[in-house]
């Protein structure tokens, strides 16, 4: 009777040890798998993380393209209207010297508000291309910020999901001395992007 009480406590004492050892053995398998990240879960380790090569982008992303085309379209067409205003200048500007070489003007006066005349011209061609040298500046930074509200705009969309917890700009000039490939969501974000700016053609 006694060694079968012992045989029985035996038993139970294996028993005991093998589930505790399972027990400890899920814990573990499940605490390697999964990190806990505050909101979900992420798998095999990779950290929720990833950033996007704006110089790319910015190359790769038809609005962007669209945009900076349309800039070079407006400084083109002002200097256009700077240098053709500047050679109608330069003309009379030269036309006045060879009068006044040859004692073409009747009165001294009539020479000299010529003259006053060809000058208030030389200044509102200056103006003029201060002027439109301002606006260009204020249509560049409109479109800078026009690209920068659409890209964020679409990163809360594009990461509506909460797959990332933290999505970086990486660009020659910023801080980031190294980043991963496997991090890189450069070509994805692109592509979505375009697709999103041709349906709303």
Do not use: C, W
Request: glycine share 2%.
């Amino acid at each position: 009777m006694k060694n079968l009480s012992l045989i029985i406590n035996a038993v139970l004492a294996v028993a005991i040890v093998v589930l505790f050892v399972l027990v400890l053995s899920n814990k573990s398998n499940s605490a390697t798998k999964h990190a806990v990240t505050g909101k979900d879960t992420i798998i095999s380790g990779k950290l929720p993380i990833a950033y996007v090569n704006v110089d790319s982008l910015l190359l790769h992303y038809q609005f962007a393209k669209d945009a900076n085309e349309s800039l070079i379209k407006k400084q083109e067409e002002s200097r256009a209207t700077i240098n053709s205003k500047a050679v109608q200048l330069k003309g009379e500007m030269d036309e006045f010297q060879r009068k006044l070489n040859n004692n073409a003007f009747l009165s001294r006066d009539r020479a000299e508000q010529e003259q006053a005349r060809l000058q208030k011209k030389q200044q509102e061609l200056q103006e003029l291309d201060g002027n439109l040298s301002k606006q260009l500046m204020q249509i560049q930074q409109k479109m800078s910020e026009q690209l920068r509200d659409t890209i964020n705009v679409f990163m809360k969309q594009f990461n509506k999901d909460h797959k990332y917890q933290l999505i970086i700009s990486n660009t020659s000039s910023d801080n980031v001395l190294y980043a991963d490939k496997g991090y890189d969501i450069t070509e994805e974000v692109t592509k979505a992007l375009n697709e999103r700016y041709a349906a709303k053609k």
